[in-house]
């Protein structure tokens, strides 16, 4: 059974839109949740990790949020770039360490056209 | 330079045929995975290494093994590969305190 879902499957914008990515997950214990980069042909890249019960960080044009009682998660794209287009992978950690499980969703694809 | 390093990055095999799957890691991190990704799915994790010789299974361990004689180093064996075995893998490391996994750029293996 999937334990981290993730919509939409796919989304195309134009470039200095906005845009929304959603993250909900059933992983117990939560410990952390992570959001990863891939552009195609290539492994993830780490964008950010949200720790807190409530959790909002950002990273230039990302940023995102965590609600863990609602096990949600959103990441937001601001002003998006042709090089923003790639696959958007949320994955769940349920332990603070390496002894844990890494539970991945099958990732938003993301087209950002000119 | 931080780096995860697979080889070879394409393969195509026979079915029924061996396969190596090379992973390196300049880091000194302690522990390593391997997972594959297929269309549609979350990445699975095959195996996961803590250290030389200290290997567990994951969530699909079936029809792989592995092999981690140095730190730095993480193979990927499948004896006698599957059709069903085509997918696209990913070797990972990491430190043990939670820090991101470093992903490889992957290997994509077709097994005809």
């Known amino acids: 059974k999937t334990q981290v879902e993730q919509s939409p499957q796919s989304l195309v914008v134009r470039q200095g839109e906005n845009c929304v990515l959603q993250c909900n997950y059933s992983v117990t214990p939560d410990n952390h949740l992570r959001w990863f980069k891939q552009d195609t042909g290539k492994g993830l890249v780490s964008l950010t990790v949200?720790?807190?019960?409530?959790d909002k960080t950002s990273n230039g044009r990302y940023s995102a949020t965590l609600d863990k009682d609602a096990k949600h998660s959103t990441l937001h794209i601001t002003a998006t770039l042709l090089d923003d287009t790639a696959t958007y992978i949320c994955v769940v950690g349920d332990r603070g360490s390496a002894l844990g499980r890494l539970h991945f969703g099958a990732g938003t694809q993301l087209i950002v056209i000119p | 330079d931080m780096k995860v390093t697979q080889m070879p990055r394409y393969l195509i095999k026979r079915m029924g045929e061996n396969v190596l799957l090379e992973c390196g890691q300049d880091?000194?991190?302690?522990?390593m995975y391997w997972y594959r990704q297929d269309p549609g799915l979350g990445l699975q994790l095959i195996y996961i290494?803590?250290?030389?010789?200290?290997?567990s299974e994951g969530d699909i361990p079936k029809g792989y093994r592995v092999s981690r004689k140095k730190r730095e180093h993480f193979s990927l064996i499948l004896d006698s590969a599957k059709t069903n075995q085509t997918s696209v893998y990913f070797c990972?490391?990491?430190?043990?305190?939670?820090?991101?996994?470093?992903f490889g750029e992957g290997t994509r293996l077709s097994v005809l």
């Open positions: 990972a490391s990491s430190q043990v305190n939670n820090q991101a996994p470093l």
């Open positions: 290494s803590y250290d030389v010789d200290s290997n």
């Open positions: 949200l720790v807190d019960q409530k």
């Open positions: 880091m000194s991190h302690e522990t």
